[in-house]
């Protein structure tokens, strides 16, 4: 048997064990789609569109917030509550990563643990890396693997808010912020542009002698909203109180989730949503490629550091330096 015919016959055996809810398969899948091999990359790309046909059939939900909002907690209690109703829960949790040393904590399964020991979840723990918005440069990509799985629910949290948002919402269905009171101003911690993404605000810890205070956050958010009249037809931006530490508000939370997707694929704009999502990364991976492609030249290589070092030194500008690398891509303006 040639080599093609044996690793497009590795392919059929992986894609047929996700397909039977193989997690060690899935897991080896993933692992496979963030490698940056070129050999791994062909792989991936052909596994996936095996796996293509079926792909599509989960809730999408982004789940993002400030630092210290509960976010592990809740994805941690909403998921034990949705594996006891039946559902499939596929998590994927983006870690931080460092800018100095490249390393992440990937301790979700450990902020997870009673959800990461249910046979009917996935956790998914993967670095950041340099890529914006808290999400992985294959987030999309283990979302339809965990698709393919039988996963009918995927929650994708996110690193925080701190970075662009819309990359988070331009692969999910509905997109969740989870808010926490008592940390001074409660519109300081958080941005103008994360409202207007936001299909619902989750006030988390409203437990205690905090239930004040989150009801009183909640009203702060339903104000912010009605004034920045977000532009999502069809559907006012939800804003509730929960307690993940108590499960105390979960299923509504899960409710007005349900209420979203349902809407949107009623009026067929699901549909519209995830295919133009699907061009959005189509031109993505185009650019990231072109750049590396670029790059891996090394006469442009050599050039790249040079002009990065007259821009470190200050001897020339960055618009002047980018152009330069322009020219020496071949690009030119056009009329």
């Given at each position: 048997m040639s080599d093609a015919a044996t690793s497009k016959r590795?392919?059929?055996?992986?894609?047929?064990?996700?397909?039977?809810?193989?997690?060690?398969?899935?897991?080896?899948?993933?692992?496979?789609?963030?490698?940056?091999?070129?050999?791994?990359?062909?792989?991936?790309?052909?596994?996936?569109?095996?796996?293509?046909?079926?792909?599509?059939?989960?809730?999408?939900?982004?789940?993002?917030?400030?630092?210290?909002?509960?976010?592990?907690?809740?994805?941690?209690?909403?998921?034990?509550?949705?594996?006891?109703?039946?559902?499939?829960?596929?998590?994927?949790?983006?870690?931080?990563?460092s800018s100095r040393s490249g390393g992440s904590i990937l301790g979700d399964k450990t902020r997870m643990g009673r959800l990461a020991s249910e046979p009917s979840a996935f956790i998914r723990p993967s670095?950041?890396?340099?890529?914006?918005?808290?999400?992985?440069?294959?987030?999309?990509?283990?979302?339809?693997?965990?698709?393919?799985?039988?996963?009918?629910?995927?929650?994708?949290?996110?690193?925080?808010?701190?970075?662009?948002?819309?990359?988070?919402?331009?692969?999910?269905?509905?997109?969740?912020?989870?808010?926490?009171?008592g940390a001074g101003d409660e519109l300081q911690g958080i941005k103008r542009g994360l409202l207007e993404l936001a299909d619902i605000i989750a006030v988390n810890k409203a437990d205690g002698d905090n239930v004040e205070r989150a009801n009183r956050a909640a009203m702060e958010y339903k104000t912010a909203l009605h004034i920045l009249a977000s532009g999502q037809s069809g559907w006012d931006p939800q804003v509730l109180t929960l307690s993940a530490r108590d499960n105390r508000g979960l299923d509504a939370l899960w409710q007005k989730v349900g209420e979203r997707h349902a809407g949107l694929k009623t009026s067929g704009?699901?549909?519209?949503?995830r295919a133009d999502q699907a061009v959005s990364w189509m031109r993505e991976i185009f650019d990231q490629r072109l750049l590396a492609a670029f790059k891996g030249g090394r006469r442009a290589a050599r050039h790249w550091r040079e002009l990065e070092d007259k821009v470190r030194a200050g001897a020339m500008t960055a618009g002047a330096a980018a152009e330069e690398l322009g020219r020496l891509a071949g690009l030119k303006n056009s009329d």
């Open positions: 590795a392919v059929e055996q992986t894609a047929e064990a996700i397909r039977a809810g193989d997690r060690v398969a899935l897991a080896r899948a993933i692992t496979l789609v963030e490698s940056a091999k070129p050999e791994d990359q062909e792989a991936a790309q052909t596994l996936l569109e095996t796996l293509l046909p079926h792909t599509g059939t989960s809730i999408r939900v982004g789940i993002s917030g400030v630092p210290g909002a509960g976010k592990s907690t809740l994805i941690d209690q909403l998921g034990l509550n949705l594996v006891a109703q039946g559902h499939k829960v596929a998590v994927l949790a983006v870690d931080p990563t670095p950041a890396g340099d890529s914006l918005g808290g999400v992985t440069k294959t987030t999309r990509e283990t979302i339809a693997l965990a698709e393919a799985a039988g996963y009918d629910v995927v929650l994708v949290e996110t690193v925080g808010v701190g970075q662009s948002e819309t990359a988070v919402s331009n692969m999910v269905d509905v997109f969740v912020v989870v808010a926490i009171a704009a699901l549909a519209a949503r």
